[in-house]
């Protein structure tokens, strides 16, 4: 009896929560918020223990935050990871500690894949590539040169890097479009205006006739940048964003902005499928990609009603 006792008790037992670490990079903009929203709501459907640590921007908070969850001993670690390099060492850490490691959003850059189960996040240089093919389309019968400026997001972050050069390799090859003006701002508001402020010193004839902002919150601070200029944009400035966030989506619908490349925040329900997948022992592909679109001025009224954040 004694013994059917102690295995039925741990049948009836109910399985002891995954318990999940995730090192968020910040809270920089609408995207991420909803990123965070997306992860914490999915955790709590899925009945995983989150346990969650807001890194402000900070890689070397990352970093602590991931060697409190060794020490911890979670069962799953997810970062977001606010830019590519340096993450050998403490993947090793985790991977030494037999903790298995999921990358979200951005990438890391690794020699060894193996530091890490899977990557679940957007295809940038896609969404650099929309936005090249929206501009070339929309230029096409327009005399060059035409003058790009181009608000970089987080110097060194997977988004800033291959949505430069998906945008680059589109619109490269057309002599007649130059990007004529390019620095980080960030990804936040404030820094966009900041920079938009300085592209926009430049003397009337070096003005750029086109923005390409790496997401919405840099675009939102350049229009301010524009208008206080005197500048009309959509009119004067053509703008490119990424990310579709309401706010945007509302812009895009006034023609203050002409396109909006969709990057998809919702990850979280991805995420806690693959913390499940890992604690049941099974394999997963190594690249896991939502889909995305890209919303222009015809269908921003329609959509900006359907946004999510
Ligand atoms: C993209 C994400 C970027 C967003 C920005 O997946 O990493 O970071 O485009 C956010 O809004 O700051």
């Known amino acids: 009896l004694k013994e059917w006792m102690s295995t039925a008790k741990s049948d009836d037992m109910p399985e002891q929560p995954i318990v999940l670490g995730f ?171 900041e920079v938009m402020k300085e592209f926009l010193k430049a003397p009337a004839e070096k003005r750029p006739h086109v923005l390409f902002a790496h997401n919405d919150e840099m675009a939102i601070g350049a229009i301010e940048a524009i208008e206080e200029a005197g500048l009309t944009p959509g009119k004067d400035i053509a703008i490119l964003s990424v990310d579709g966030s309401r706010r945007a989506l509302q812009l895009l619908a006034e ?10 925040p919702l990850q979280g329900p991805l995420l806690m499928q693959a913390a499940k997948e890992i604690m049941a022992g099974r394999t997963l592909p190594k690249r896991m990609v939502p889909p995305e679109d890209i919303f222009t001025q015809e269908r921003a009224a329609k959509e900006v009603g359907r946004r999510k954040f």
């Open 23 to 193: 090192s968020q990079l910040g809270t920089e903009s609408a995207w991420r918020m909803a990123n965070t929203s997306s992860v914490r709501e999915a955790a709590k459907e899925s009945g995983i223990s989150l346990v969650f640590k807001n890194a402000e921007q900070s890689q070397e908070k990352q970093f602590e935050a991931v060697r409190e969850f060794i020490r911890m001993k979670v069962d799953v670690i997810a970062i977001a990871p606010v830019v590519e390099s340096g993450w050998e060492d403490t993947l090793r850490e985790a991977k030494l500690a037999g903790i298995p490691i999921v990358i979200l959003d951005r990438f890391v850059n690794v020699e060894d894949t193996s530091l890490f189960v899977t990557t679940i996040g957007s295809d940038f240089h896609e969404e650099g590539v929309k936005a090249g093919k929206y501009l070339l389309d929309k230029m096409r019968n327009r005399p060059g040169p035409i003058r790009i400026a181009e608000l970089q997001g987080t110097a060194g972050s997977t988004p800033s890097i291959r949505r430069g050069e998906g945008f680059r390799s589109m619109i490269g090859e057309n002599g007649d479009m130059i990007i004529t003006q390019s620095a980080p701002a960030d990804f936040t508001e404030s820094k966009g205006k």
């Open 255 to 264: 023609g203050k902005l002409d396109a909006v490349v969709e990057c998809n």
